[in-house]
């Protein structure tokens, strides 16, 4: 049973393209969430999506940023015209149906913007 | 907004010493889970706790959820350089969605050989 698959594992952008992330949930999973961590710190949480639906996106910068997960394929998050402060490590993790299911993570992508 | 605290947020010891990482919050959780991170990965999980007072041991550490469930330690004893990592706890509220978590800030752990 493959993990959460996570790509690229590193992403270089200039400023002002755009950056997308793509996460694969573990099988049988569908909830999707994306975290995003600065150096030397914490995971903090961007958002939540079931197939289809964003549930929470309380933690996603309102501009710029934005995730979907269609009914076919991987979740996409995406930043448009990416700037150097949106440098990081970008992790997505998957859980089954059900409150306070485990949730587990992928291997990030690292994102430097240049 | 939900915090968690976690200290202390760098250790660095001898191997086979022991050591206790303290994860705290002013709310009550729903459940916490701790994780280990090494540089370049992403968080693996070590244990889930959901049950007021309930600890589990993982070989040489050993979790703890308090009384009121809005605190929580890990112990290691005898400590290993290959212990070295980012440990993190994270919480889960109330009826937050799903299974959000909310990150302390982690205790980077060197165990010196």
């Known amino acids: 049973n493959a993990g959460v698959m996570q790509n690229p594992r590193h992403l270089v952008r200039r400023r002002g393209q755009e950056a997308r992330l793509r996460c694969s949930p573990m099988k049988g999973h569908s909830h999707v969430y994306w975290y995003r961590q600065l150096p030397e710190e914490g995971l903090k949480f961007m958002v939540y999506?079931?197939?289809?639906?964003?549930?929470?996106e309380s933690g996603m910068p309102k501009e710029r940023f934005s995730a979907e997960f269609p009914k076919e394929g991987p979740s996409i998050l995406r930043i448009q015209q990416v700037v150097r402060g949106d440098s990081a490590a970008y992790f997505c993790?998957?859980?089954?149906?059900?409150?306070?299911?485990?949730?587990?993570f992928g291997q990030g992508t690292r994102l430097t913007v240049v | 907004t939900q915090l968690l605290e976690q200290s202390p947020q760098f250790l660095s010891i001898q191997e086979g010493e022991n050591l206790t990482v303290y994860c705290n919050s002013s709310?009550?959780?729903?459940?916490l889970q701790w994780y280990r991170q090494e540089p370049g990965e992403g968080p693996v999980l070590l244990v889930t706790?959901?049950?007021?007072?309930e600890v589990k041991k993982l070989k040489r550490l050993t979790f703890q959820f308090g009384d009121a469930r809005k605190d929580s330690s890990l112990h290691i004893t005898a400590a290993q350089p290959g212990d070295t990592g980012l440990y993190l706890c994270a919480g889960v509220w109330g009826e937050t969605s799903g299974s959000r978590l909310t990150f302390g800030e982690g205790t980077q752990l060197t165990v010196n050989p």
């Open positions: 999506l079931q197939k289809e639906n964003i549930i929470d």
């Open positions: 706790v959901v049950t007021g007072g």
């Open positions: 709310s009550v959780f729903s459940s």
């Open positions: 993790a998957s859980s089954g149906t059900g409150r306070d299911t485990e949730a587990f």
